[in-house]
């Protein structure tokens, strides 16, 4: 059996293939641009930005809003001071995005879910950086606009790095 056709059985397909994006396009100089643009977004409110990107899902949590969950929880998102934090979850092996915001964040539904879809067709093109640079601009701009910037709480509370779960 051939190297990669072993690597295919032992992960399956869409693992292999999570494994193989995360390697090629969330590479640290990407993860920096990441961090460098959740942080120029994060300016003139006082929501709180966080990208997590899996590579490989657990298989504990099939459901990927349930895993967001956990993540969104794990990372203390949802511990920002006014509660205005924002989780935005990349399931690489399952073809999956979910936005968790806060309940101190007042921006409509269908608006999270505008960002999920612009991000899901340009992921389809393979434009996966600036894909997610996309969506962190939408992010701060719903941000600007569903949370006000406060006098109180100017500086940013959570890290700016993407996480890279394997």
């Avoid at 977004?41 to 006082?46: A, F, I, L, M, P």
């Avoid at 934090?85 to 269908?110: C, K, M, N, S």
């Amino acid at each position: 059996m051939q190297i990669k056709q072993r690597v295919l059985f032992f992960l399956g397909w869409s693992q292999w293939r999570g494994r193989r994006l995360a390697r090629r396009y969330f590479q640290s100089p990407q993860l920096e641009r990441i961090a460098a643009h959740i942080e120029q977004n994060e300016q003139g409110h006082s929501g709180e930005i966080v990208v997590a990107i899996e590579a490989v899902s657990p298989a504990h949590e099939p459901n990927s809003y349930y895993r967001a969950l956990e993540v969104y929880g794990r990372l203390g998102v949802w511990d920002s001071p006014l509660n205005t934090g924002v989780l935005l979850y990349i399931a690489l092996d399952r073809r999956r995005i979910e936005l968790i915001a806060d309940r101190g964040i007042t921006a409509p539904e269908q608006a999270w879910r505008q960002v999920c879809t612009q991000l899901e067709a340009q992921f389809k093109q393979a434009h996966y950086l600036p894909a997610v640079l996309q969506a962190i601009e939408q992010i701060g701009q719903l941000l600007q606009q569903y949370t006000p910037q406060t006098a109180e709480f100017e500086d940013n509370q959570l890290d700016n790095r993407p996480v890279l779960l394997h």
